[in-house]
């Protein structure tokens, strides 16, 4: 803020867009149903590697209702195969056609389309396509997929192996071996999938007079996709719309393109009608991105006093069967050995990853990616030292802990953190469970017999990132700006719009809350606008921690733009000059003469009220557009503490405190980022205790329905305490930090050490999430309980 | 393709009439052919309750039954709450508590609540998570749909 008075920026606004949500007035996909109309459905494979001998849809297109059926060979004519692109020699780009072509690679894989007159006889053509397979080899997992007999899913990249990437600094060899003690352990972090409650769908309508291109899609990122359907459909970017006005939750599952989006298209360009699909549940848990599944061996050698002396890991993930646009394969286990030091000190280090191709669903972004791995493991062995060392988990972090004078602090993976509260965060952390307490407690606890236990887990990540830096590694699309346009309309009311896509965090509130500060307007007078491209300045989305930033970013600056103009109305109509003119909320003053005022509507009325009610020369109206980039990003960092208790009998892990201290530099609406923080940890906790995707050896989905994997419901989460540090960033516009990821990238850590420390009687270790009450049977019985 | 079946019934007050496959899910008729899009699908296997409705005034999950069920029958969905242009109390406090999110599973949070609240006017917290739990949530890792619960059980049961 320039001028004025911060009025609503750190107020517990309650949401805009709560009133239309709550009354079963939304506007999700599936709520549109232009006229004619057709319904899709899509034929999926049942093998997990197959050859594609060939397909025969008579008998579904004899169907009443049916208006037609594609294949991938049909597709290919019309729109070329996804290639998610990458800059790092070691990252092979493979196709991901939109139907399969000529192979399936995993179980679930769209085969062939149908567009009926209802789903309904579009499902009922689908069983009559008949598909004939030649069944090959599975590849099951990372293993057998490195072993040099096994098939190759993509022959194109000639190797399973399509992600390797190392990071170094120093000679973490020599350090590891010079270390007073060394921990070392095999971490496993298992396949999660991040179900949104509102399943992926998509609406597409061409017409065929204009030829313009309209989708409705269940998307994060309405501008990526408008940006890659251009190339792949061969269509000018300024006939393409993407809209995506309510999405049901995101999470990074709907942040890649998908298949179906594209097909979809292609079905509605074809035929000249509307085209919607909507996925079940059994398709979002078969081919929506599914995230983690990755094996890191990792050792960390200390001082006798704690301190770090170097780090090695080894991260393998299991990529699934296709490389995801724009992300790549690269992003799970890169970001994973990008962000492994954590918050600390880390002088000598060494982390590769690799990426491997197997017969299952494709990983993708979702909440955290790679982090959350990342934080189980170094928090995983900060606890294990501490108990070597004799050391509280408490203590060995802050001796560890990348310190003030350390800001701003380049990592070893190359990334820096400007100044961050992580000494504060934790001891905050500390006073807010009354540490000292809850240790009593654990020890009466342990006397009486009972597994209880504390675990900690500190983080920091990157937010808000710019365009010096790709936000998945290598990945050669640019995404470091947003836009807002804000334009006041002749009776003083505003409209802002943003390229970015709200689907559950409130910006639609933030925003308004920025606008309104920054422009002098009550946040009723806002409308903010999101999601569709049509409306919005150049922007790509909604993903990696951005939105607020970026987008907050840019309303700051096209509101200084709005207002700077509106100083300079404001004195010709007040008779003063406009270096004299003040903002005060609703209205525009001269400095220490209140009375002398004009308000909003005044201004923006002579804005459009022609050349006498304006200084000469002025260019009339009132709206600019301003584009952001924050160039690096900013951090972010949290720590969480959980104390939790294992059931004796069932194994069962009950959570008995749960408290975050998180960072996120201002806070625009506290009520939103508390909101956040229990949905990432709430998420965090299923990752921990409950969510696992499972596949057997012939690539066959396990887990296919909600009963099968288990998301929390409001008995598994417990009640949990938020505290605030606010670090204002020292490189962002408005001080702003990302924060929609940070509850889930802490949670699964805390919780792990939690149950640990609960067995560490039993010498009991955890690594491997989720720790569910089978693991801790075999854990448990091993260890002689 | 099936004959056609006639289906009557009252929703949010209201008699309607329709005529539809017998295989088509309740749900799907409420949307497409009542134009009730505030009823949600989220699973299809009655495991998420997002598409959760009153029927004859108890919560039921409208995924997992046939339109022809229904014959007869009263429904209340989620655009039946609102009175006089206010929003509902429990709406109300959803808004206050910050018990939605990208707002989804609401429709479905709502009615399972309100059914709750009726059978359990003054419940324990443990009490008001076992009672939604019949609904995921998966933004708002529930808290504030339990406070916004707990504070609007007072205001209902005055009501009553």
């Known amino acids: 803020m320039g001028v004025g008075l911060p009025r609503l920026v750190g107020a517990r606004v309650a949401r805009r867009e709560d009133p239309r949500l709550l009354t079963g007035q939304g506007s999700y996909v599936d709520d549109h149903r232009p006229a004619r109309m057709l319904y899709a459905a899509f034929l999926r494979s049942p093998h997990a590697h197959a050859r594609i001998r060939r397909i025969d849809a008579s008998a579904a297109l004899a169907l009443p209702g049916v208006a037609a059926v594609l294949t991938g060979d049909d597709i290919a004519r019309s729109a070329k195969p996804v290639r998610a692109a990458s800059k790092t020699p070691n990252v092979k780009t493979t196709s991901y056609p939109p139907l399969a072509l000529g192979k399936v690679r995993h179980v679930g894989e769209a085969v062939a389309m149908v567009a009926a007159e209802s789903r309904y006889v579009a499902e009922d053509a689908v069983e009559r396509i008949v598909v004939e397979y030649e069944p090959l080899p599975v590849v099951r997992d990372v293993e057998s997929a490195l072993d040099p007999a096994s098939p190759v899913l993509h022959d194109e990249a000639e190797t399973n192996l399509l992600v390797s990437r190392e990071f170094a600094r120093g000679d973490v060899d020599a350090a590891v071996a010079g270390a007073a003690l060394v921990v070392r352990e095999r971490f496993r972090f298992h396949r999660h999938t991040p179900v949104c409650m509102e399943n992926r769908g998509c609406l597409a309508e061409y017409a065929t007079g204009s030829g313009a291109l309209t989708l409705r899609s269940s998307a994060q990122c309405p501008g990526l996709v408008r940006d890659i359907l251009t190339d792949l459909l061969d269509m000018p970017e300024h006939l393409i719309r993407v809209i995506a006005t309510d999405v049901g939750g995101g999470f990074g599952a709907k942040a890649s393109l998908y298949p179906e989006e594209i097909a979809t298209c292609v079905m509605a360009r074809r035929l000249g009608r509307p085209v919607k699909w909507i996925g079940d549940r059994r398709e979002d848990l078969l081919a929506t991105t599914h995230a983690w599944d990755e094996i890191v061996d990792a050792e960390l050698g200390l001082n006798q006093d704690g301190t770090i002396v170097g780090l090695r890991a080894e991260v393998i993930a299991d990529v699934g069967g296709y490389s995801i646009y724009p992300w790549t394969a690269a992003i799970e286990p890169v970001q994973t050995i990008s962000f492994l030091p954590g918050p600390y000190r880390v002088p000598t280090y060494r982390g590769r990853a690799r990426g491997v191709a197997t017969c299952k669903a494709p990983l993708g972004p979702y909440r955290g990616v790679g982090r959350p791995p990342a934080v189980f493991v170094i928090e995983g062995l900060m606890d294990r030292a501490a108990r070597r060392l004799g050391l509280d988990p408490a203590e060995i972090r802050l001796r560890n802990f990348i310190r003030d004078e350390d800001f701003p602090y380049k990592s070893p993976s190359g990334i820096v953190w400007d100044r961050s509260s992580f000494t504060e965060s934790l001891q905050k952390a500390r006073e807010a469970l009354d540490y000292k307490a809850a240790r009593d407690e654990q020890a009466r606890a342990r006397a009486a017999g009972r597994w209880v236990g504390i675990g900690i887990a500190s983080y920091v990540e990157l937010t808000g990132i710019g365009s010096a830096i790709p936000v998945s590694p290598g990945m050669p699309v640019s995404t470091g700006t947003e836009a807002a346009t804000i334009r006041f309309d002749p009776a003083g009311k505003v409209t802002a719009v943003f390229g970015v896509a709200s689907h559950g965090q409130g910006l639609e509130t933030t925003l308004a809350q920025i606008v309104g500060d920054e422009v002098g307007v009550p946040i009723e007078d806002v409308r903010v606008v999101h999601g569709d491209t049509d409306a919005s300045p150049y922007g790509t989305g909604t993903y990696a921690s951005r939105s607020l930033v970026l987008a907050g970013g840019a309303a700051i600056l096209a509101g200084r733009s709005v207002r700077e103009k509106m100083l300079v109305i404001a004195g010709h109509l007040l008779e003063a000059d406009p270096a004299d003119v003040t903002l005060a909320p609703g209205r525009y003053a001269v400095r220490g003469m209140p009375d002398r005022s004009v308000t909003v509507r005044q201004i923006a009325r002579a804005a459009y009220s022609g050349a006498k009610h304006l200084p000469k020369g002025l260019e009339p109206g009132l709206e600019a557009t301003r584009f952001y980039d924050p160039y690096y990003g900013t951090a972010s960092n949290a720590t969480h503490a959980a104390m939790v208790e294992v059931d004796r009998a069932t194994l069962e892990v009950k959570i008995l405190r749960y408290v975050v201290v998180e960072d996120c530099g201002r806070m625009v609406n506290p009520l939103i980022v508390d909101g956040q923080v229990h949905g990432g940890v709430a998420q965090g906790i299923g990752a921990a205790l409950l969510e696992e995707i499972v596949y057997d050896d012939q690539g066959q989905l396990l887990s296919g329905t909600l009963m099968d994997y288990v998301v929390p419901s409001a008995c598994e989460i417990p009640m949990m305490e938020v505290h605030h540090v606010e670090t204002p960033s020292p490189v962002t516009l408005g001080g702003f930090r990302g924060m929609g990821e940070g509850g889930t990238i802490g949670a699964p850590a805390a919780i792990a050490n939690a149950v640990a420390d609960a067995l560490a009687p039993l010498s009991i270790e955890v690594a491997e999430l989720p720790v569910t009450p089978e693991r801790l049977f075999r854990l448990t019985r091993k260890a002689g309980a | ?160």
Do not use: W
């Not at chain 2, 022809?68 to 429904?75: F, N, S």
């Not at chain 2, 006017?121 to 609904?135: L, Q, Y």
């Open chain 2, 1 to 160: 393709m099936a004959d056609m079946m006639t289906v009557r019934l009252k929703v949010n007050g209201v008699e309607h009439e329709g005529r539809c496959e017998p295989r088509k899910l309740l749900v799907d008729f409420i949307r497409e052919d009542l134009g009730l899009t505030g009823t949600h699908v989220g699973c299809e296997h009655g495991i998420c309750g997002a598409c959760t409705i009153l029927f004859n005034g108890e919560a039921a999950r409208s995924c997992i039954m046939l339109a022809v069920q229904a014959e007869g029958a009263e429904l209340a969905t989620v655009e039946g709450l609102m009175r006089d242009g206010k929003l509902h109390p429990l709406q109300e406090a959803f808004r206050e508590h910050h018990g939605l999110q990208c707002g989804f599973c609401t429709p479905g949070m709502l009615m399972t609540a309100l059914d709750f609240l009726r059978t359990n006017p003054t419940p324990s917290e443990r009490e008001i998570r076992e009672g939604i739990s019949a609904v995921l949530c998966r933004c708002t890792g529930y808290q504030g749909i339990v406070n916004a619960v707990r504070a609007a059980a007072p205001v209902l049961a005055a009501g009553r």
